[in-house]
């Protein structure tokens, strides 16, 4: 697989290797996209989930998978994953944009209503992101996640933002 | 006068704690000696989550695993010198310590102990490339201590060496400090270390030269770093000459993989053998974590370079099969106890990451069967009768 050569993949290769949601789930708006396709070991998220919409089970090697009609994108396994390897996107989040929520350990966290450089897998800059919401309660551990609304063809493209 | 202890822990990293915590627990008298000015060994370096099973503190960062083994050690009754060092291993169990060599009040002390579990880490290995001992190139070991525990930046613009999980975590640790890592070299054809780790650094715009290493370091007119030419390697990772590329960068971070310390085990004469999986020579182990010396256990990097939840898991081993030995817990406990760890060890052994290791670590047990079968008494037990105590 390209990514152990080049450490990305595109959402297609992705999409090959893991259950992505279904077209369907996304139109009922956000959902967690588990991007983790090596089977290692390790399963806060499975644990972080209350909903039960994450599971691993034994052995803790399995990739996890995850149930989109019980997810309902709340954004708790983005901060738990020690991977970083979480999003939630949601393509409803209005006629044209999408918003991406992302895990930020960088300083400064951004403050609402910040323009940012959003970026793909590689750290290309797509397009400008508007940051509409920071959560970082203390049960995240000092894992920000940052949610950006970006125009919705870039849905399944950008992941981060630019370091500031 | 000789001091008296059922259980003497050299290393007071993950292995090292868990080792001292469980033997501890049992009602054994532990005492954990450590080179360092703080115990914890590596894990006050790592700010980031735990991989690892959710019910075992994966999820959790590495400082706070320390601070919990720590609060542990205490309320097992642990003993801990720190700053002191095992200068000797004498017949008959007697470890002597350098207590407190940092201090004006530095003293040479003897321990007989009944038990001793050696814990030692490994050390990170060197890649040799004109002016890698120049200022400025470093372990990436060393750059991850300056900026998460001493709070220092090591420089401003960084070139990691390796792909391993080291390379990437410390190259995502940089940026968090505020460093820029302007690229990461690994000589083999694809990354090491976990994929996602490796992704958290792409998103981060760190460009990732496969098939590449240093050549050399170029001094500034202060005499550090100022310049890093990298080159594509061939299929032998020799430089192809013609691919060079100059990167302007103060500051190398080698991570090039880990060797296990093995001076007090080979000291001891404990049978060892040779494991590249494993990142050099080891000593052998059983089950029990113990050596072919009997009363000498191993558990962590030390007996194969591996990660903190195995260190973790191999330490509780060494510590409940000691204290086990010692009468502390009946050998029905103490296969429970085993048993189950094993399977937690097994676990983590799985997946492309951990199954040349679980295969490996299978071998070194199924070695000391034929090698050793059983540990016997130390060799120089029977020759020096006439030890003073």
Same mark, same amino acid.
């Given at each position: 697989?390209?990514?152990?050569?080049?450490?990305?993949?595109?959402?297609?290769?992705?999409?090959?290797?893991?259950?992505?949601?279904?077209?369907?789930?996304?139109?009922?708006?956000?959902?967690?996209?588990?991007?983790?396709?090596?089977? #290692?070991? +390790?399963?806060? /998220?499975? @644990?972080? !989930?209350?909903?039960? *919409? $994450?599971? %691993?089970?034994?052995?803790?090697?399995?990739?996890?998978?995850?149930?989109?009609?019980?997810? #309902?994108? +709340?954004?708790? /396994?983005? @901060?738990? !994953?020690?991977?970083? *390897? $979480?999003? %939630?996107?949601?393509?409803?989040?209005?006629?044209?944009?999408?918003?991406?929520?992302?895990?930020?350990?960088?300083?400064?966290?951004?403050?609402?209503?910040?323009?940012?450089?959003?970026?793909?897998?590689?750290?290309?800059?797509?397009?400008?992101?508007?940051?509409?919401?920071?959560?970082?309660?203390?049960?995240?551990?000092?894992?920000?996640?940052?949610?950006?609304?970006?125009?919705?063809?870039?849905?399944?493209?950008?992941?981060?933002?630019?370091?500031? | 006068?000789?001091?008296?202890?059922?259980?003497?822990?050299?290393?007071?990293?993950?292995?090292?704690?868990?080792?001292?915590?469980?033997?501890?627990?049992?009602?054994?008298?532990?005492?954990?000696?450590?080179?360092?000015?703080?115990?914890?060994?590596?894990?006050?370096?790592?700010?980031?989550?735990?991989?690892?099973?959710?019910?075992?503190?994966?999820?959790?960062?590495?400082?706070?695993?320390?601070?919990?083994?720590?609060?542990?050690?205490?309320?097992?009754?642990?003993?801990?010198?720190?700053?002191?060092?095992?200068?000797?291993?004498?017949?008959?169990?007697?470890?002597?310590?350098?207590?407190?060599?940092?201090?004006?009040?530095?003293?040479?002390?003897?321990?007989?102990?009944?038990?001793?579990?050696?814990?030692?880490?490994?050390?990170?290995?060197?890649?040799?490339?004109?002016?890698?001992?120049?200022?400025?190139?470093?372990?990436?070991?060393?750059?991850?201590?300056?900026?998460?525990?001493?709070?220092?930046?090591?420089?401003?613009?960084?070139?990691?060496?390796?792909?391993?999980?080291?390379?990437?975590?410390?190259?995502?640790?940089?940026?968090?400090?505020?460093?820029?890592?302007?690229?990461?070299?690994?000589?083999?054809?694809?990354?090491?270390?976990?994929?996602?780790?490796?992704?958290?650094?792409?998103?981060?715009?760190?460009?990732?030269?496969?098939?590449?290493?240093?050549?050399?370091?170029?001094?500034?007119?202060?005499?550090?770093?100022?310049?890093?030419?990298?080159?594509?390697?061939?299929?032998?990772?020799?430089?192809?000459?013609?691919?060079?590329?100059?990167?302007?960068?103060?500051?190398?971070?080698?991570?090039?993989?880990?060797?296990?310390?093995?001076?007090?085990?080979?000291?001891?004469?404990?049978?060892?053998?040779?494991?590249?999986?494993?990142?050099?020579?080891?000593?052998?182990?059983?089950?029990?974590?113990?050596?072919?010396?009997?009363?000498?256990?191993?558990?962590?990097?030390?007996?194969?370079?591996?990660?903190?939840?195995?260190?973790?898991?191999?330490?509780?081993?060494?510590?409940?099969?000691?204290?086990?030995?010692?009468?502390?817990?009946?050998?029905?406990?103490?296969?429970?106890?085993?048993?189950?760890?094993?399977?937690?060890?097994?676990?983590?052994?799985?997946?492309?990451?951990?199954?040349?290791?679980?295969?490996?670590?299978?071998?070194?047990?199924?070695?000391?069967?034929?090698?050793?079968?059983?540990?016997?008494?130390?060799?120089?037990?029977?020759?020096?009768?006439?030890?003073?105590?």
């Amino acid at each position: 697989m390209s990514m152990i050569n080049t450490g990305f993949l595109e959402y297609d290769e992705l999409a090959e290797m893991q259950k992505m949601p279904t077209d369907e789930r996304y139109a009922k708006g956000p959902v967690a996209v588990i991007e983790c396709v090596q089977e #290692i070991p +390790c399963n806060p /998220c499975e @644990a972080a !989930c209350k909903l039960g *919409a $994450i599971k %691993i089970g034994e052995p803790i090697t399995n990739l996890p998978i995850l149930d989109g009609d019980k997810c #309902i994108g +709340c954004g708790i /396994c983005v @901060a738990k !994953c020690s991977g970083l *390897a $979480i999003f %939630i996107v949601n393509k409803v989040y209005s006629a044209t944009t999408a918003t991406i929520a992302f895990p930020y350990e960088y300083s400064p966290t951004p403050d609402v209503g910040l323009v940012v450089e959003a970026v793909n897998r590689r750290g290309k800059m797509i397009c400008d992101g508007k940051v509409v919401k920071v959560m970082n309660p203390l049960s995240f551990d000092h894992t920000p996640v940052v949610t950006i609304e970006i125009p919705k063809e870039y849905a399944d493209e950008v992941r981060s933002m630019r370091r500031g | 006068m000789l001091q008296k202890k059922d259980v003497v822990v050299v290393g007071a990293g993950p292995a090292g704690l868990a080792a001292s915590i469980e033997a501890g627990k049992a009602g054994a008298s532990v005492l954990l000696v450590d080179l360092n000015l703080k115990a914890g060994g590596q894990l006050f370096k790592q700010i980031h989550k735990f991989f690892g099973s959710s019910e075992h503190r994966s999820g959790t960062r590495g400082f706070d695993i320390g601070n919990q083994l720590l609060d542990e050690a205490k309320e097992a009754g642990v003993e801990i010198w720190l700053g002191s060092t095992v200068i000797g291993l004498f017949p008959r169990m007697k470890v002597v310590i350098e207590k407190g060599m940092d201090s004006n009040k530095k003293e040479v002390i003897t321990v007989q102990a009944k038990k001793i579990i050696i814990a030692t880490g490994a050390s990170e290995n060197v890649i040799r490339f004109k002016g890698w001992t120049i200022p400025g190139v470093m372990g990436a070991g060393a750059a991850q201590t300056m900026i998460n525990v001493n709070h220092v930046k090591p420089g401003r613009r960084v070139v990691m060496l390796g792909s391993g999980n080291v390379g990437l975590i410390v190259s995502y640790q940089l940026m968090q400090a505020g460093c820029e890592v302007v690229a990461l070299v690994e000589a083999a054809p694809k990354i090491g270390g976990y994929a996602v780790h490796a992704a958290k650094i792409r998103r981060a715009g760190v460009p990732i030269y496969m098939n590449h290493t240093i050549v050399e370091a170029i001094p500034g007119e202060d005499g550090c770093v100022s310049k890093v030419i990298i080159a594509k390697v061939d299929s032998n990772f020799m430089p192809i000459s013609g691919t060079e590329k100059e990167l302007e960068a103060d500051t190398v971070t080698l991570a090039a993989g880990l060797k296990p310390s093995v001076e007090l085990s080979k000291l001891m004469k404990c049978e060892c053998t040779f494991n590249g999986v494993f990142g050099g020579s080891i000593p052998l182990h059983n089950e029990s974590m113990e050596t072919s010396v009997e009363g000498i256990y191993v558990a962590g990097d030390s007996t194969g370079v591996e990660e903190a939840n195995t260190a973790l898991e191999e330490g509780k081993i060494a510590g409940i099969s000691a204290a086990e030995a010692l009468g502390y817990l009946t050998a029905e406990e103490g296969n429970k106890e085993r048993t189950e760890i094993w399977k937690r060890l097994d676990a983590l052994r799985m997946g492309p990451f951990g199954e040349r290791r679980l295969a490996e670590k299978n071998n070194i047990l199924e070695e000391y069967r034929i090698r050793v079968g059983a540990p016997s008494k130390e060799e120089l037990m029977e020759v020096d009768d006439d030890v003073d105590d």
